[in-house]
């Protein structure tokens, strides 16, 4: 018990020096921009036969860049654009009316060195990039659209019958099994190798060029920037992730709008990768794989490059479809650590708080502060803790049979993943299929997790695996699986304190293994438990305490 103290104490106290530190930018002021603006209508853009406006973009950006900055004015009107490069001391503003609309030709893109999925890759331009630009940003009004329907394959049983039927009639190619529609030949030979865009020395410029299509860009890429903004525009419909500020400091997110479809694969909202100071807030997501997510590259790459996702606030925002609502992972081998996010709403994400990660990626996660979460009508699990991720969607699809990880100790050392001092506190979830995962492996635990406050309707209850450290107080599960409503295998150092299940219980606490130890329940009614609790496999007497 008197380590459960030392602990507990230790986090409150590295939490709060994290509440109070000083990121040393200002939200609201930075990037800060001269007032000249540049009019690509000036510049020779127009709305007539579809032409394209590339030209007349890159020329205001680059007469913006050389003059010192200022904005570069998209004024209301429909723009057809292929690619382009964003410079220091550019603000990209969309009037109200605005929309930007990327080609959906492909020779339009140039097969570039970039990243993909926290690794080095060859992969299309994405259609705004900038690489060690200062002072930039995306503001306004109006609408960025990536053209991602072009570029993407589509699983079947990820669309309504006359989805896939407008699908088969827009030409493409299905695959042999009939499972996946792929835009063109050359996407679907892409789709027949493992880290296709992989930089190997066997590859050559030829076959990535026979796997162009394949190799989506995400839409918006910025790598190395520092002062960035992304402000009021509505990002949609990307060939991959939406938003990707890589290597970049001082970053900014407000009042924008992230839309994918539900059936985009790899359509995320935001990732983060390896940044340093970030402030999203006031945002809406709804898009086709996770929401509002940290990374830092992906196994030796990553640790390599040993630059961690830090000093993050996030606020105020909603997410409603999504894989998960806030995550980190599972790409986060440089490591996230000082995390903030609160006030959030998820609302019919897959998953609401997804923590996730593998053997394999090394980096550590830690001090990671989430409030005032809320969350209605949750697919999957309130809130998951994975060091088991397997690179699939986070609720199987109908009649899809998954066997459970293979549990084997293994050596500790760099490539082995830490996840270690988060608080979760201020949870209301009504409606879940599960409220509390926690599944650590057996050489690395998940370890220093404090849970306050916390209410989830659910049907199944906590569930927690090779965990140590753990603490549960106020915390009120309505499960309508009530045999057990709580599953412990193989933890040490739990701590439930007035720790609330629905009525008419069968099973409170089922203990399995014989690496349990230190589990303590206090101030808890368990009256309504027609058995408190059942050791198994291996549990023994002693193993919990009921005070």
């Known amino acids: 018990m008197r380590r459960i103290i030392f602990i507990a104490v230790g986090i409150m106290l590295s939490f709060a020096a994290f509440a109070q530190q000083n990121f040393n930018f200002n939200p609201n002021k930075l990037p800060l921009f001269r007032k000249d603006t540049f009019n690509i209508v000036n510049l020779g853009a127009a709305m007539k036969g579809g032409e394209k406006v590339t030209a007349a973009i890159t020329k205001a950006i680059e007469a913006c860049n050389k003059k010192g900055g200022g904005v570069v004015l998209l004024p209301p009107g429909m723009w057809l654009s292929g690619p382009f490069t964003l410079k220091s001391n550019v603000n990209l503003h969309l009037a109200t009316g605005a929309t930007l609309v990327f080609s959906s030709n492909f020779d339009d893109y140039q097969l570039v060195n970039t990243n993909w999925e926290g690794m080095p890759q060859i992969r299309n331009q994405s259609p705004i ?4 630009a200062v002072n930039i940003a995306i503001t306004g009004n109006g609408i960025i659209d990536g053209n991602g329907d072009a570029w993407r394959m589509v699983k079947k049983d990820k669309v309504n019958p006359g989805q896939w039927k407008r699908l088969i009639e827009s030409g493409g190619i299905v695959s042999e099994d009939k499972k996946t529609w792929f835009p063109s030949a050359k996407s679907m030979y892409g789709n027949t190798f493992k880290n296709t865009g992989a930089i190997t020395p066997e590859k050559t410029i030829a076959f990535f060029d026979s796997v162009k299509d394949f190799l989506r860009p995400n839409m918006v890429m910025l790598a190395n920037c520092k002062n960035v903004r992304f402000e ?7 060939p991959a992730w939406c938003l990707h500020p890589m290597l970049c400091e001082n970053l900014v ?3 924008i709008k992230v839309k994918n479809p539900a059936y985009a694969q790899n359509g995320d909202g935001i990732d983060v990768e390896s940044c340093k100071n970030v402030w999203i807030e006031n945002s809406i997501f709804d898009v086709g ?4 997510c940290m990374k830092s590259g992906r196994d030796a790459d990553g640790r390599k490059r040993n630059k961690p996702t830090e000093n993050v606030i996030i606020k105020g925002c909603t997410v409603y479809a999504s894989h998960g609502g806030f995550v980190i992972g599972s790409e986060m081998s440089g490591g996230v650590k000082n995390v903030k996010v609160e006030n959030c709403t998820f609302i019919g994400t897959d998953i609401g708080l997804r923590f996730k990660t593998t053997r394999g990626r090394g980096g550590v996660v830690e001090n990671i502060v989430v409030n005032n979460i809320y969350m209605k009508d949750i697919v999957g ?5 994975d060091m088991y991720y397997a690179a699939k969607d986070p609720v199987p699809q109908p009649g899809e049979k998954r066997e459970l990880p293979k549990v084997e100790m293994k050596p500790v050392d760099e490539t082995t993943p830490m996840f270690r001092n988060f608080s979760i506190s201020n949870i209301y979830c009504d409606g879940a299929e599960k409220a ?3 599944r650590g492996l057996p050489e690395a635990h998940i370890n220093n997790i404090r849970f306050n406050n916390i209410y989830v309707k659910a049907k199944e209850g906590i569930d927690i695996q090779e965990a140590s450290s753990i603490e549960m107080k106020n915390v009120e599960v309505i499960s309508a699986n009530t045999n057990p409503s709580a599953s412990i295998i193989n933890s040490d150092h739990l701590n439930f304190s007035q720790l609330k299940f629905s009525a008419a219980t069968n099973l409170g606490f089922q203990i399995s293994g014989d690496r349990n130890s230190h589990i303590i329940i206090e101030q808890s009614d368990l009256s309504n438990c027609k058995e408190k609790y059942r ?3 291996g549990a023994v007497e002693g193993v919990i305490q009921i005070k």
Do not use: H, R
């Not at 990039?129 to 060690?132: P, Q």
């Not at 794989?289 to 509002?292: G, I, K, M, N, S």
């Open 129 to 132: 990039n900038a690489d060690g």
């Open 535 to 537: 050791l198994d496999a």
């Open 289 to 292: 794989d996770d929401a509002l």
């Open 381 to 385: 699990e309130a809130m998951l803790f």
């Open 253 to 255: 997110v407000k009042n």
């Open 436 to 438: 509390i995962f926690i």
């Open 232 to 238: 009021g525009v509505t990002f949609q419909n990307s």
